[in-house]
């Protein structure tokens, strides 16, 4: 009789390659297991160390290339702004161009004062009707600044606050002190300015150099929030002291991305903001210290030139009162291995719309670019409708002028052609087309066009009396 446990090859005769190969299966799953156990841990030590300490930053070093030895990651999507795209109602494409002595770029961006013959009326007798072009990515801040036709005009040493790197040129200009160094600068002419400026805008001028922290380093900036908040009730505020670290994500862009003014002969920037951050409170303020940036040369009155107000009308929008930073939207962060990385190739959201904008907005990419691009779109017409309006009011000063009639007569119309020309060129030299705030941005082209139009009433009627809107209330800060 067989044992059928046995005979035929039946199980216990293979038992010790059962055992055996339980033990394999046991030993590759231990190694498996051991080896994610290290992986993860090796990923969690990653994530905790950001850098690699390579060499030791302090404030001497403007080169953003040596402080990419120690964050590699964030200094690759820097390095990225030289990019040059257009999207439907912004940016820039390269153009080219035959380098000269004067001018060695070989790529500029589009003319903005060529493709719309208005902007030189508007900007008549001003540098900006000579020279006036797409801004281009970080990059070349430095040197579309230096070769700018506007430099003609002889511009101050001041421009470079938000032209390029300035923290260790204002600390030796300073003797350490950076606000000194500042000072210094911004009395010296242009071009000795640049002699003492080697960088475009780097990492140094919104990090310190030991704790990486965010960090506020133009003077200006830091008086204007101070004078701000002092507005507010709140006295003796320091951004670098009291700012939240989300505020600092758009105070660090807010440092340059603004309207503001060269103060006295001294030539010191100041931010128009004693009386909050909207057209009106700059306007008022310019009024008050009876501030002109030019003659216009066809009207005879004294106006305004609007320079880059995002961090006003932003802070008029929706994403602000959100706790929406700059940063989140235009350095979107991005996965690098474990890490969480912000993503230092700054550049329009709508290039960038899944990290950008699908974070929060869970829409399809093509109704958010649609959503986005309808808002620029219905913007960028009643710009045109205020701009038109505008001109037409310059041109009749002119002959009014040409014709003889009195300042003393020209006095009401060339006031409401200041304010009107100061409303539409805020939103003009604004680079959202409208987006930051689109409600507050079609308010103010509305009162321009409508000042514009008063204007108008005012030369043909010399008994007419303006209407002024009044500043709205809480709902603008």
Same mark, same amino acid.
Request: charged residues 25%; proline residues 4%; hydrophobic residues 35%.
């Given at each position: 009789m067989t044992?059928?446990?046995?005979?035929?090859?039946?199980?216990?005769s293979?038992?010790?390659?059962?055992?055996?190969?339980?033990?394999?299966v046991?030993v590759?799953?231990?190694v498996?297991?051991?080896?994610?156990?290290?992986?993860?841990?090796?990923?969690?030590?990653?994530?905790?160390?950001?850098?690699?300490?390579?060499?030791?930053?302090?404030?001497?070093?403007?080169?953003?290339?040596?402080?990419?030895?120690?964050?590699?990651?964030?200094?690759?999507s820097?390095v990225r702004?030289?990019?040059?795209?257009?999207?439907?109602?912004?940016?820039?494409?390269?153009f080219?161009r035959t380098?000269?002595?004067?001018?060695?770029r070989?790529?500029?961006?589009?003319?903005k004062?060529?493709?719309?013959e208005?902007?030189?009326t508007?900007w008549?007798?001003?540098?900006?009707?000579?020279?006036?072009?797409?801004?281009?990515?970080?990059?070349?801040?430095l040197?579309?600044?230096?070769?700018?036709?506007?430099?003609?005009?002889?511009?101050p040493?001041?421009?470079?606050?938000?032209?390029?790197?300035t923290?260790?040129?204002?600390l030796?200009?300073?003797d350490?002190?950076? #606000?000194? /160094?500042?000072?210094?600068?911004? +009395?010296? %002419?242009y071009? *000795?300015?640049?002699?003492?400026?080697d960088?475009?805008?780097?990492c140094?001028?919104?990090?310190?150099?030991?704790?990486?922290?965010l960090?506020?380093?133009?003077?200006?900036?830091?008086?204007?929030?101070?004078?701000?908040?002092?507005g507010r009730?709140?006295?003796?505020?320091?951004?670098?002291r009291?700012?939240?670290?989300?505020?600092?994500?758009?105070?660090?862009?807010?440092?340059?991305?603004?309207?503001y003014?060269?103060?006295?002969?001294?030539k010191?920037?100041?931010?128009?903001?004693e009386?909050?951050l909207?057209?009106?409170?700059?306007y008022?303020y310019?009024?008050?210290?009876?501030?002109?940036?030019?003659?216009?040369?066809? #009207?005879? /009155?004294?106006v305004?030139?609007? +320079?880059? %107000?995002?961090? *006003?009308?932003?802070?008029q929008g929706i994403?602000a009162?959100a706790d929406v930073s700059?940063?989140d939207?235009?350095?979107?962060?991005?996965?690098?291995?474990?890490?969480?990385?912000?993503?230092?190739?700054?550049?329009?959201?709508?290039?960038?719309?899944?990290?950008?904008?699908?974070?929060?907005?869970?829409?399809?990419?093509?109704e958010?670019?649609?959503?986005?691009e309808n808002?620029?779109?219905?913007t960028?017409?009643?710009?045109?409708?205020?701009m038109d309006?505008?001109?037409?009011?310059t041109?009749?000063l002119?002959?009014?002028r040409?014709?003889?009639v009195s300042?003393?007569?020209?006095?009401?119309?060339?006031?409401?052609?200041?304010?009107?020309?100061?409303?539409v060129d805020y939103?003009?030299?604004?680079?959202?087309?409208?987006?930051?705030?689109?409600?507050e941005?079609?308010r103010?082209?509305?009162?321009?066009l409508?000042?514009?139009?008063?204007?108008?009433l005012?030369?043909?009627d010399a008994d007419?009396?303006?209407?002024?809107?009044?500043?709205?209330?809480?709902?603008?800060r």
């Amino acid at each position: 009789m067989t044992d059928s446990s046995t005979a035929g090859g039946g199980p216990r005769s293979h038992g010790p390659r059962w055992f055996l190969g339980l033990t394999a299966v046991a030993v590759v799953a231990s190694v498996a297991v051991l080896a994610l156990l290290v992986n993860i841990f090796e990923r969690r030590q990653e994530a905790r160390e950001p850098a690699t300490r390579v060499v030791e930053l302090n404030d001497t070093i403007d080169d953003p290339s040596v402080w990419g030895l120690n964050y590699p990651d964030q200094f690759d999507s820097f390095v990225r702004t030289v990019d040059q795209v257009r999207t439907r109602y912004g940016g820039s494409e390269a153009f080219p161009r035959t380098p000269t002595d004067a001018d060695p770029r070989t790529f500029v961006s589009r003319s903005k004062i060529e493709e719309d013959e208005r902007l030189k009326t508007m900007w008549a007798g001003y540098g900006f009707s000579k020279d006036f072009r797409e801004e281009r990515g970080h990059a070349y801040m430095l040197e579309d600044q230096t070769f700018t036709g506007r430099q003609a005009s002889g511009q101050p040493g001041t421009c470079a606050n938000c032209h390029a790197s300035t923290v260790t040129a204002w600390l030796e200009l300073g003797d350490g002190d950076l #606000t000194r /160094g500042f000072e210094v600068m911004n +009395q010296m %002419p242009y071009m *000795e300015a640049r002699t003492h400026l080697d960088q475009a805008v780097a990492c140094i001028d919104c990090h310190d150099a030991e704790t990486m922290e965010l960090r506020v380093t133009r003077p200006a900036f830091i008086e204007g929030m101070a004078a701000y908040m002092a507005g507010r009730g709140v006295a003796d505020y320091d951004v670098n002291r009291d700012a939240t670290r989300q505020e600092m994500r758009s105070y660090v862009c807010g440092q340059c991305h603004v309207e503001y003014h060269f103060r006295g002969a001294e030539k010191r920037l100041t931010y128009p903001w004693e009386s909050g951050l909207t057209v009106e409170a700059a306007y008022d303020y310019y009024e008050g210290i009876g501030f002109s940036d030019w003659t216009h040369a066809e #009207t005879g /009155g004294g106006v305004l030139k609007a +320079q880059h %107000p995002e961090f *006003e009308l932003w802070s008029q929008g929706i994403h602000a009162r959100a706790d929406v930073s700059c940063a989140d939207c235009h350095m979107p962060y991005q996965r690098v291995g474990a890490r969480k990385v912000t993503n230092h190739h700054v550049q329009s959201p709508l290039l960038n719309v899944a990290a950008a904008c699908q974070s929060c907005h869970n829409v399809a990419e093509a109704e958010i670019l649609a959503r986005a691009e309808n808002v620029q779109g219905l913007t960028y017409r009643l710009r045109n409708q205020a701009m038109d309006a505008v001109v037409e009011l310059t041109e009749e000063l002119r002959e009014a002028r040409e014709a003889g009639v009195s300042d003393e007569r020209l006095a009401l119309a060339r006031e409401l052609h200041r304010r009107a020309l100061f409303y539409v060129d805020y939103v003009e030299a604004e680079n959202s087309t409208g987006f930051h705030a689109p409600q507050e941005a079609a308010r103010i082209l509305g009162e321009s066009l409508d000042y514009a139009r008063q204007g108008q009433l005012a030369l043909r009627d010399a008994d007419y009396r303006p209407k002024i809107a009044a500043r709205p209330d809480g709902a603008q800060r």
